[in-house]
């Protein structure tokens, strides 16, 4: 949009144009949508020049409805048409009257609009592809945002050379499922050949990427968390559920025993591995016997941290017409117990690195306190410290002091990494 004349701003009261990025992937985040567009009417009273537009999976989900919903939008936008976005708001500022856009590209050309260079930040992501081909019954992802879509090798590799030019040390490559990176169109590399050219570039110091499909997590990408030095000892693996029978009316296309040994070996490859994951309670026909299964499983693995929700129904998912047949507090309940058992876990985890010493890169001030720096281990762990400003961008050592629920605090042992 800079180069359409627009520059940033930091309060929302001043600007002309108001894009916002939406998800559709529970119900929640969609309603949060409203209310947001809600309290932005006021602002479009006030500023008559003022273009309101939404993108993203809601958008692409709802098309010319949303303006029928929300008749003072001015520009909605599908998730294969970012790259259109300059092109749209002219349109909006001639005529005037609302756009929509929603088709679906062959190739989708909004993947390679490259990130903002850094503004001081030390951590960037880059999409290295778009898309989903694994329909689990629930997700609307496959609907909203197409098929499978890999982006060119040397495209993602250009744009970690220059993010690591303009100063970022820490790179996470994103996709649904960066297992199937390259099946298609990466010109004969994968995604373990996309992580050792990474390796390669220097300044970036640590590699990291989310997420990965337990069905397709290969011995050659769990190879590389020996053998990849600046790959961080993490991995975001979604497991869902615990019971086998709610895994296969998901549609995981795996088994329990199918991911605990997945977990295994990534433990035997790399001990100090920390591993996260996704669980949804009150799946359609989700029994007390199958919610303990994922208690179970949970209590077995032990996971470093997960996401947690409470299923919800999307429309065109193969789930819905299953029925939202779990009650709102049976699932309440649900989600409760599993979120509290995790916290023990990783309460549990995080005591057990007290006295160590840990490779942090700091990323800047602490949120609580201007006289501590913040960074995280290369397992992903929040640790603040006493410390000044010239660390940040450094990786430096320090030794665990104490250890809370969402993060560790350390002190410096004065020993410099980078
Ligand atoms: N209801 C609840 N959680 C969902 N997720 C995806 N779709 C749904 C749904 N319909 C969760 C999954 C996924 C994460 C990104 O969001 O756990 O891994
Ligand atoms: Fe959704 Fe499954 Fe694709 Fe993840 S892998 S985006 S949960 S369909």
Redesign the pocket.
Known sequence: MEKSGYESCDDVRKADLIIINTCS??EKAAQKVYSQLGRLKQLKRKNHRLILGVGGCLAQQWGSQFIERVPFLDLVFGTHNIHLLPELVAKVEKSRAPVVRIEFQESVKSLNIPVPNNNGRVSAYITIMQGCNNFCS???VPYVRGREESRPFRDIVDEARSLAYSGIKDITLLGQNVNSYGLGNGGGHDFADLLQEIEHISGIERIRFTTSHPKDLSDKLIRCFSRTGKLCEHIHL?V?AGSDRILTMMNRCYTINDYCEKVDTLRAVCPEISITS???VGFPGETDRDFQATIDMMKKIRFDNI?S??????KRTDAAKLGDTVNASVKRERLQTVQSLQEEHTLEKHKALVGNMEEILVEGPSKNSRDDMTGRTRTNKIVNFRGDYELIGKVVHVRITCAYLHSLRGELTGEEVT
Do not use: G
């Not at 929700?309 to 999307?314: A, T």
């Open positions: 992937i529970r629930y997700c609307v979604p869902q996704d669980i949804i996401f929700f409470n299923y919800s129904e999307r």
